[in-house]
């Protein structure tokens, strides 16, 4: 389907363990994903779920089987151009926040734009970071160091980030394991607003059952597999 944008068949990843012995990580899993949909990925610590993304966000390159991105092989591609896809057309949000201590707040959302080599002259930059510190209501701090931001603020510098190069796929992993319940909802929210209104597809990696009922489906994983694919009710 002209949707789909990211389809994998018999993917499957392994790490080496400190005693020499492969681990099976990923085992055999085989689906699609289409644009403008949210999809959680939840198990047990262990399940396979920050593996699956980490091949998925084109962060480890050494797995077996088939990824297909837009129709593309990932597989073929070289490492300059995964560098390039990763670049312009994902995002990132991590539960450790994983802003630039010695940047200012702005200066973190810009870093996707320097990666990507963006065509953006100043303005353009000044205004898309404008408009996306508005988006998550913290306009009021974009000269501030992350250290003087909250655990809930710097989540949300943190999106902006994800989100300043206008990639098609936002990844999440934990993006709310850090923060309290209310702060927690409110990010999950602000993550569900992108699906629907940017129609940006969402992978949510979460080990809370309530989050990942936001989401439209539900990948189950256990052992490495799929267990079960859901939609959300």
């Not at 020499?20 to 959680?40: D, I, R």
Request: glycine share 6%; aromatic share 6%; with cysteine.
């Amino acid at each position: 389907m002209s949707d789909t944008i990211i389809h994998v068949k018999g993917l499957t990843a392994k790490v080496k363990l400190n005693n020499g012995e492969m681990l099976t990580t990923v085992n055999n899993v085989e689906f699609s994903m289409v644009n403008g949909k949210s999809y959680a990925i939840v198990g047990k610590s262990g399940s396979g779920k920050t593996s699956l993304v980490s091949v998925l966000g084109l962060l480890n390159s050494s797995f077996e089987g088939e990824y297909f991105y837009e129709n593309k092989l990932v597989n073929s591609m070289s490492d300059k151009s995964l560098s390039k896809l990763r670049s312009q057309k994902l995002g990132f949000v991590f539960q450790n926040y994983s802003l630039i201590e010695h940047l200012r707040v702005w200066e973190n959302i810009e870093l996707p734009l320097i990666y990507a080599k963006s065509k953006l002259n100043r303005q353009q930059r000044d205004d898309r970071i404008e408009e996306l510190l508005k988006m998550v209501h913290l306009e009021d701090r974009k000269n501030d160091f992350p250290s003087n931001l909250s655990g809930g603020e710097q989540q949300r510098i943190a999106i902006a980030r994800a989100l300043v190069a206008s990639p098609e796929v936002l990844i999440c992993d934990e993006p709310t394991g850090a923060l309290d319940k209310k702060t927690g909802e409110y990010v999950m929210q602000l993550l569900q607003s992108l699906v629907n209104q940017q129609n940006v597809m969402l992978i949510l990696v979460t080990h809370d059952p309530d989050l990942a009922q936001n989401c439209d489906v539900i990948i189950t994983m256990d052992g490495g597999r799929i267990t079960d694919v859901s939609n959300s009710t």
